[in-house]
Structure formats: structure tokens, C-alpha cells
């Protein structure tokens, strides 16, 4: 791998020439603030991970120049958009220089008849949504970061969108990108050359290759975005159950319905709804029966929407569950268009509230195996809370997986309270080893690391060769091939393991 | 018109809601604040900040809304619909 | 990557002890909603200097990675808006469920204050607070000093002292005359008795936002002492930035003994238009877009008035952007930031007029005169004229003619 050097006068110099010295960052606080993600972080070893300098390119030629002036020095360069993501893509595992996009933020003209928009990666999609608002249409990429994540981190990851149900996750709506390889070109991907065709049968399928890699395979410099018709209605529905298996099997019965305009369908189990009720963020009380919640939403036309709604209000109705209102129903779905886990939901042993990270698993799950990984992963966290009282189980949701089909896996998520600030080796560890635990039961049940944020955090990221198999083999293949350097964001994924054998 | 004073700005007594919740401010709920005496210590905010903290999160979520689509179906139309239905159609 | 094994001043071990609770629940979140609202962070997209670094600081100098030498001048990026702790998660979802909230501001202020106390100065704050000790308000021009302060009100006969004082702000007593001037006769004609202050010095609010709190504590002792010499037990207020001094800074220092009742004038006009003593007959045929000062809207959620003020004026047609959107909009004037990076500022102010730009609209109206210069000065090359929602009003009643428009309103 790339040996990290201290960064001497004349490659300082060099960045300089490339991007300007005003934005060639070298101060601690500037390199000290982009070590981190929301992630979970070993607050303990913060100095590990602190770049040893700062850049801030505007163009996709500045960004080039960086790259192959870190090929020829053997400089790591990691790549940071929002740094928002719940995985550590963006966290310098090698130091290195820090490739920070934001500048590039250039929004190109809303083209109406083919349905597109190209934007720099800097540009965050609720301001997008925004200004796109007069013309009708909106860029429907619905992360709980909506309205902090930017779209080069989008692509980073191959996020999921709450709305990818209805309108597909990132890889469905990012038409093509542009991308900077590991060795300096500036190449497009997307279907076939056409920079808005929506299909294509020409060649491999680049595009996705380069989607999720956790900016190991290069950085995303444009994006051409989908623009689809900004819904005329919503209908949100949250009903209380008395069991889980009322709400599972009511949610397999609504996800398998047919009914095209369904954004989502969500579980909470009994451990979220105990959760909910000591501290949601707009705390409601719940009635002492309630077990659990199940819940839809819909978007689209008027013309679609309500008649699909009424069915489905059918099919939960005769759940036996029961309807919150439409005001706590609609608040409590737009709030989900925008929602991190706050720290004060930490709770100690005795009730005390305490500052806890969220670590969200992300797995996605077989529709028939939710019940028993959630019984499984309550178990293991639950181990883990008994030892190391600074994690907390937060409870489990359930969420509509495939895009454009919300049917057959979920993407299940068992929220963790961390408490960092007392992190050291040993509870570091016993935390590293849980998600490891967690990441085998996914895929014992046939499931996958993480439908959402990516699978390269550490403990989970041991068992990637496990779930991908002779996949992953090709993955350190191209690793090698695209980056015979090992410096886009080397240590990611065990990657690094491409080069030892050669 | 009645100004700022900082007389005002003391919350009303609390009402214990569950054995983790108690309301002060109408339609308020708040942690029991024995919940925060060991690690994190509630601070003290004026009557004026925790409505303001209310009232711009129904602002936030609103806005939110209108900027997803432009109406939400009702629920509870669709359910007396439906149960109104039920009742000519036994 | 350590610190210098030099002992940390112990004013540091205090700041730190006072914020490590508010600095881990950042932290601990890391979610960074307040990026994409910092007027700051918008025209520089440097995140060495967001909310989420300024609480992340204190946690790295907790594990002593970093030095106040280290962090002090990135403090200095900061309007003191307030956008980033209201859309914080921590506040805006559960702030009052805990009664903990994000409180950036405060967080700012405190830094700027440690580094202050331990002799690292920004060299224009420095010279600015100098200045203002001695000449008892801000130096906002040439020529301000303590003989002039009421210079603004020589023509109106307003008696000294009474129950209700008038505090008139700085940059209004001194630059934008023809505003508080304005606020008086629309006083004055709804029959409002209030009387000026015998020897006005300016609020400290300023000192206090760049970190001089000692100077800032005198100044509020004055003023406090200067109150009750008159015999006030109400002050009128006409602008944000005082309004937040006497309703935060005020309270804090004073305790129980602080029983003054602190109004703010635009609050107190609307009601005045809304009970008939105040009549607007004089059309305004402009159309005219509202700019929601940040520290009324993001910090005191005050949002309505001016709005309803804005409807009440004839001939006017108001193209409103909502105040939540507004959250995002800032002119760059606040917390000093213009007199130590009039570049920011004028940056800033620029982004706020290219967004009132793109409606269809002459007039950008604000509540605010510190933001009335910079805005001013940017609306510039568009055809976008800048005033005070007061003396809009003042126009609207007959009393005043718009000051320094290029482009006469009709009835004049």
C-alpha cells in the first residue's frame, strides 16, 4: 500500500499550483474536523485518522491534477462530500490528503423535456429540490440526512431513499456521473454514452461498478439526475398493533398489494415502540397495549393515490390494529424525511439519560426472516449491554427495500446508543466483535451486510469476502487494476489485501 | 402589549404524564427531569424558547410536507369511508 | 499532532467543564443539518468552520489535540444567526423535550470570551471595542461620540427620562438616522408617551458577541443604572440585535433584580396598526419582498408582525418568502463578522440579495438596520432598492418620506 510520508513543502506547493493556496488547508482544526463521519468512531484514537492536509478543488480537472500528483508521490487521497454517511467511507484510515468537494456545488439547466438536471457533487438535494420546485418536477432522493447529504456521498455509498419503493434508490435515479479514476482520468459512466439515456445495452455496466465503493475506486466529479414529477398527493398511515407478528404479516400483506405508488412500508418492533415511548423526538403517548406499529405511505398522483390508500387502509383495518389520526400520522411522516437519532435518547442501566451516538445497522433481510433476526440481533446487543453498559439498544425498524418493488427483503435497522465518550480499547472492541456477530446473522438468514450505508465498518467488514464469496475476488481484482497504487482510500474494505499477494 | 420580563419566563409546576414523562406547557411533554441528574444536566431554558422550540418544529414539518406534494390524503376519510361502507354492505 | 506541553490557561478547564455535556451532544450526532443553513459555511464550504467543528473543538481540546491558540480565529466565521441550533435535531426535535438544546451561539460567544481572556485578539475586534469604550458607542462612522448620541432626535422635543424609554441602537443613533426617527414620529402619532435616556451608551451586546465581556458587563451597568435614575420600567426596543442584549445578556448579568419590561417596537407598531391608533393611508406602489432579520426570526421566532405590517401597507404588493426558508437567508452583518471579514459579510449579503433577485420585486424590505448597509450596498447592481420596514410605515402614515430611495414611491 501507499506509504503515508510526511507531506513535505513541495508537494504542499504542488496541491497549491493545482487548486490555489487559499485552498490548500494545513491547520490543525481544519484536518482535525474532517477525521470524522456520524459513524461510529473510536473517539479514543481521533489522531489516527486526521488527514495530513486539507484540499478544496472546483473542477473535475483540479480534482485530476490531485490524483496524479498523489500517484506519482504515493499519497492516500480520500474523498469527503457531506460527511454525513453512517458508514466511514469518508474517515481517513491512512491520512493522506483529504479531497473536501464542497465547492463543487454548480447546479446545469433543468432540462424539462428529457427530464434531467446535471449538478456538480457538492449540491445537497433538499436545496436542489428547492429550486426545482417552480418547475414541477423533483430529484426524489430521500436519505434521513435529506437535508445535509450531498450527491457525490450519494453515490459513494449507493444510498437507499426512504422513497425508493416508489421511485428508486440512487443507483435507479443517478442517470450518469462522472468520475475521476485513481490514476487521474476523467471518465463518464452511465447507460451507454448518452449522458441522459435511461437504458443501455452497450458495453459493461460501468455505472454501477462505480456506485458504493466508498471512494475507493475514484471520485465522483457531475452527476445527471432524474427528474420525475413532483407528486401532487402523499398519504402516510401509522397503525398500532398488538403484536409484531400482526404488524409483520400485515406489512407483508400491504408490501405485496400491487399498488404502484407505494413509497414505503415500515415495521417498528416492541424494543422501538418502548423507545418511542420514553423520548421520541415528538413524543406521543402510546396506548399500553401497543406492540408494535405498522406503517405505509404513498405518493403520486391524486388520481392514484387516494383509491391505492383506501385499499390499503382495507387490508390494515382488518389487522385489528389501530389508525393514530391523521395528524400524528402525517407530522410523524414528514419528520422521517428528516431524522438522525438525537444523543439524549441514551439511557444508562439505571434510566439516566447520557450522550449516545446512533450506530443504525442496515442489513437487508428476506421478508420471512425478520422475525428471527430480530430476535437474534436483540440478543446479541443485549449481551453486549449487560457487559458494557455505555450501549443501548434502541429497538428495531423495518423498511420496504427494492426499488420500484416493495416486496420479498426488508432493510432492517437495529439502532445502537453509543456512548463514545467513554469508548476505550476494551469497549471498542467488544462493540467491533457485536456488529460482527450482527453482520453474520444477516447473512446466515441469506440477507446482506447493509442495504444502505455500505459494509466497510470495522468488525462487519471481516465478513464481506463471506457474503460476496468468489465476488469479492473480482472486487480486489479491479481494485488492483483501476489503482496499482493502492491510494484512493486505501484500507477500505480490506482492499488492501489485493495487493499482498503480488 | 404585554413585552419581555423575565418574571414571566419560569415554566408552569409539572404533571407527571407516565412514570418517564411529565408536561409543564400545554400539549409540552418533557423527560423526568430526576432522568438528568447524573450525567447530563437539564439547562435552563425561558418560557419563551420552549415555545419558540415547538412552534418551529410544527413550522419545519409543515414546510416539509408542502415541499414532498402539494396535499395529504386523510386517514380518517378513507376509514369512515370504508367503515360506512361496511355498514350497508354487512 | 499534541498539543505543546505547556499547562492550559485555567479559564480553558472552565470553559471546557462548562461545555463538555452541550460539546458531546453535538458530537455524539455529528449530523451536520446546520451546514447547509450557516450563512457562513454557504459561501466558503469550508466545514474547518461549522457548527458541528466549533462543538467538535472543545471534545479534541478535551483529549487534548488541540489548543484555544489552535481554534480561536475560526471562531471568528460565525453571525450569531443562530440557524444552525434551531435546525439542530437536538433542538428542533428534542431540545424541549429535555430542555437541553443546541446553543452554537452561546458556544461562540464563550470561545470568543477564552480566547480574549487568554490575550489572542482579532486585531479588527480589538480596535473596534477600544473605540467603543472610549467613545461609548460603536464607532459605525466618523464623528459618533457620547455628545451626539441623541443627535438623531433633535428636531422631535422627546423629553428625558420617564416610565417608558426609548433605546435607540447604535448604527441607527449614528448611520441610519432617518430609522429610528421614523419608529418616534409612528410613536408619537398612536400617542405612545416614552422619553429618551439621559446618557444612552451603547447596549455591550456587540462586545459581548466578540468576546470583550467585561466591557460588555459595564456597559449594561450603565444602562441599567441610567434606567432607573429615569424612572423606566419599560424600554422600547427598535432593533434585533439590542432586543436579544436586554432579553439574554441582560437577565443573566442582572438575575432577579432585572424587572424591566423589554418591547420590541415592531411587535408593539403592529399592534398599534392593528387597533386603528395608527392609520396607513399613504400608497406604496412598489413590490417588495421581506428580508426576516435573523435574530428576530431564527432567534426569538418572531416572524408574524412584520408580515402583518407588511399587508397593511397600501398600494404595497408583498411577494413573501416564507420565514423557514428564511432560516437559510442571512445579510452577514452579525457578531462583528463585517468588521473583522467585511469580505464574508459583503459575501453573504450578496447571496441574500441574488435570492431576493430572483423573485419579481423592487424593494427588499428588512427589520433590521445592521443589515440594512451591507444589503444596501450589495442590491446595488440590481434593480433592487433596500429599506426599514419602520420608515415604510412612516411613509404609509404620512410622516416621513422614504429616505434615500433612487426611486421616488408614489405619494411623495
Known amino acids: 500500500m501507499a506509504t503515508v510520508t510526511a507531506l513535505d513543502d513541495r508537494v504542499l506547493e504542488g496541491l ?105 457533487p457538492g ?24 437535508t445535509c447529504a450531498l450527491v457525490g456521498g450519494r453515490i459513494g455509498t449507493n444510498g437507499w431513499s426512504l422513497l425508493g419503493a416508489r421511485f428508486g434508490h440512487v443507483r435507479n435515479l443517478v442517470i450518469s456521473f462522472e468520475i475521476v479514476l485513481p490514476t487521474g482520468e476523467i471518465i463518464r459512466v452511465g447507460e451507454g454514452g448518452g449522458i441522459k439515456t435511461r437504458s443501455s445495452s452497450s458495453g459493461y455496466r460501468l455505472k454501477e ?32 398493533q398488538r403484536s409484531y407478528d400482526t404488524a409483520w404479516k400485515t406489512g407483508g400483506e400491504l408490501m405485496r398489494s400491487g399498488y404502484a405508488t407505494i413509497a414505503g412500508v415500515m415495521l417498528f418492533d416492541e424494543r422501538k415502540v418502548d423507545f418511542v415511548r420514553r423520548d421520541d423526538e415528538a413524543y406521543v403517548p402510546q396506548p399500553d397495549w401497543c406492540e408494535a406499529v405498522c406503517a405505509f405511505a404513498l405518493y403520486g398522483n391524486r388520481a392514484e393515490v387516494r383509491p391505492a390508500a383506501k385499499e390499503m387502509m382495507r387490508i390494515a383495518k382488518a389487522s385489528g390494529g389501530e389508525y393514530v389520526g391523521d395528524e400524528i400520522a402525517q407530522l410523524d411522516w414528514s419528520a422521517r424525511h428528516d431524522r438522525y437519532a438525537t444523543p439524549l435518547h441514551g439511557r444508562t442501566p439505571n434510566g439516566q439519560v447520557a450522550p449516545m451516538s446512533w450506530h443504525c445497522e442496515d442489513a437487508g433481510i428476506p421478508y420471512p426472516k425478520v422475525p428471527e433476526i430480530r430476535k437474534r440481533w436483540h440478543a446479541i446487543v443485549d449481551d453486549l449491554v449487560a457487559r458494557h453498559p455505555i450501549f443501548d439498544d434502541w429497538g428495531m425498524f423495518s423498511y420496504t427495500n427494492g426499488p420500484y418493488k416493495p416486496w420479498g427483503d426488508m432493510l432492517c435497522e437495529i439502532d445502537v446508543g453509543i456512548w463514545e465518550e467513554h469508548l476505550d480499547d476494551e469497549t471498542w472492541g467488544a462493540w467491533v466483535d457485536c456488529k460482527r456477530e450482527i453482520a453474520r446473522a444477516s447473512i446466515e438468514v441469506g440477507g446482506t451486510i447493509s442495504a444502505a450505508h455500505g459494509s466497510s465498518r470495522a468488525g462487519e467488514v471481516d465478513l464481506v469476502p463471506l457474503e460476496l464469496g468468489g465476488a469479492y475476488d473480482v472486487m480486489k481484482t479491479i481494485k488492483r487494476a483501476l489503482d496499482p497504487n493502492n491510494i484512493m482510500n486505501p484500507g477500505k474494505y480490506g482492499l488492501d489485501s489485493a495487493y499482498e499477494d503480488g | ?69 402539494d396535499e395529504r390524503v386523510s386517514g380518517e376519510e378513507l376509514l369512515a369511508e370504508i367503515e360506512a361502507e361496511e355498514a350497508s354492505h354487512p | 499532532m499534541t498539543a505543546d506541553d505547556k499547562p492550559a ?33 454557504q459561501v466558503t464550504h469550508d466545514e474547518t468552520h461549522s457548527p458541528t467543528a466549533f462543538h467538535a473543538n472543545l471534545v479534541a481540546m478535551d483529549k487534548g489535540l488541540l489548543t484555544i491558540e489552535d481554534v480561536a480565529a475560526d471562531y471568528v466565521n460565525c453571525t450569531q444567526c443562530g440557524a444552525c441550533e434551531l435546525r439542530c435535531p437536538n433542538t428542533i426535535f428534542a431540545g424541549d423535550f429535555y430542555r437541553f438544546r443546541t446553543r452554537t451561539v452561546d458556544l461562540v460567544k464563550a470561545m470568543r470570551a477564552l480566547a480574549v481572556e487568554n490575550d489572542i485578539h482579532q486585531p479588527e475586534w480589538q480596535r473596534w471595542n477600544l473605540q467603543t469604550d472610549e467613545l461609548k458607542a460603536e464607532p459605525v462612522l466618523e464623528g459618533v461620540s457620547q455628545e451626539r448620541v441623541a443627535d438623531w432626535a433633535a428636531e422631535l422635543g422627546l423629553p428625558i427620562g420617564g416610565e417608558t424609554i426609548l433605546f435607540c441602537d447604535c448604527e441607527a443613533a449614528f448611520y441610519r438616522t432617518s430609522q429610528p426617527k421614523a419608529v418616534a414620529k409612528l410613536l408619537l402619532a398612536a400617542g405612545v408617551e416614552f422619553g429618551l435616556m439621559r446618557e444612552q451608551w451603547c447596549c455591550g451586546g456587540p462586545a459581548a458577541e466578540m468576546g470583550y465581556v467585561d466591557q460588555a458587563r459595564r456597559f449594561a451597568e450603565h444602562n441599567i443604572a441610567d434606567w432607573r435614575a429615569v424612572g423606566a420600567k419599560r424600554i422600547l426596543v427598535l432593533d434585533p440585535h439590542d432586543y436579544i442584549t436586554f432579553t439574554e445578556d441582560y437577565p443573566k448579568y442582572f438575575g432577579d433584580d432585572y424587572d424591566f419590561e423589554i418591547v420590541l417596537v415592531i411587535e408593539l407598531i403592529a399592534e398599534l396598526i392593528r387597533d386603528g391608533r395608527l392609520t396607513l393611508t399613504v400608497p406604496v406602489e412598489r413590490r417588495a419582498t421581506y428580508h426576516d432579520p435573523c435574530r428576530l426570526n431564527k432567534r426569538k421566532g418572531i416572524h408574524r408582525e412584520p408580515r402583518e405590517i407588511m399587508r397593511a401597507i397600501p398600494g404595497l404588493t408583498f411577494e413573501d418568502v416564507d420565514h423557514v426558508t428564511q432560516w437559510g437567508y442571512c445579510s452577514g452583518a452579525g457578531a462583528g463578522l463585517g468588521i473583522e471579514k467585511p469580505e464574508l459579510t459583503a459575501a453573504i449579503s450578496a447571496r441574500r440579495v441574488e435570492q431576493a433577485a430572483t423573485l419579481d420585486i423592487d424593494l427588499l424590505v428588512s427589520a433590521c438596520v445592521w443589515s440594512e448597509r451591507p444589503l444596501s450596498e450589495q442590491a446595488a447592481p440590481h434593480a433592487i432598492e433596500v429599506c426599514d420596514l419602520m420608515e415604510l410605515v412612516a411613509h404609509a402614515a404620512g410622516l416621513q418620506p422614504l429616505a434615500g430611495l433612487n426611486v421616488a414611491a408614489a405619494g411623495d
Open chain 1, 16 to 120: 497549491a499550483e493545482i487548486v490555489g493556496h487559499q485552498y490548500v488547508l494545513t491547520s490543525k482544526t481544519a484536518r482535525i474536523n474532517r477525521a470524522r463521519v456520524p459513524s461510529m468512531f473510536a473517539v479514543h484514537r481521533w489522531e489516527e485518522h486526521v488527514p495530513q492536509v486539507v484540499v478544496l478543488p472546483a473542477s473535475a480537472h483540479e480534482v485530476s491534477e490531485i490524483v496524479k500528483l498523489a500517484n506519482r508521490e504515493r499519497i492516500p487521497v480520500v474523498p469527503r462530500a457531506g460527511g454525513t454517511g453512517l458508514v466511514d467511507g469518508a474517515v481517513p484510515l491512512n491520512r493522506g490528503i483529504l479531497v473536501d468537494i464542497k465547492r463543487m456545488d454548480h447546479v446545469g439547466e433543468v432540462d424539462l423535456a428529457e427530464r434531467a438536471i446535471t449538478v456538480g
Open chain 1, 123 to 146: 449540491v445537497n438535494m433538499f436545496k436542489l429540490n428547492e429550486m426545482l420546485r417552480p418547475y414541477g418536477v423533483m430529484y426524489p432522493d430521500n436519505p434521513a440526512s435529506y
Open chain 2, 1 to 69: 402589549m404585554q413585552g419581555y420580563r423575565r418574571a414571566d419566563q419560569t415554566p408552569p409546576p409539572a404533571q407527571r404524564i407516565t412514570d418517564l414523562v411529565v408536561m409543564r406547557h400545554e400539549h409540552i411533554y418533557e423527560v423526568d427531569p430526576d432522568l438528568m441528574t447524573e450525567h447530563v444536566e437539564q439547562q435552563h431554558i425561558p418560557a419563551w424558547d420552549m415555545l419558540r422550540m415547538v412552534d418551529s418544529r410544527l413550522e419545519w414539518l409543515y414546510m416539509l410536507q408542502a415541499h414532498f406534494s
Open chain 3, 9 to 41: 490557561d485555567p479559564s480553558v478547564g472552565r470553559v471546557l467543564d462548562d461545555w463538555r455535556n452541550a460539546a458531546y451532544n453535538c458530537f455524539s450526532s455529528g449530523h451536520k443539518f446546520c451546514r447547509e443553513v450557516c450563512p457562513v459555511l
Open chain 1, 209 to 240: 461498478l462505480f456506485m458504493g465503493t466508498q471512494g475507493t475506486l475514484g471520485i465522483v466529479t457531475e452527476a445527471t439526475l432524474e427528474l420525475v414529477k413532483r407528486p401532487e398527493a402523499e398519504f402516510s398511515a401509522f397503525w398500532l
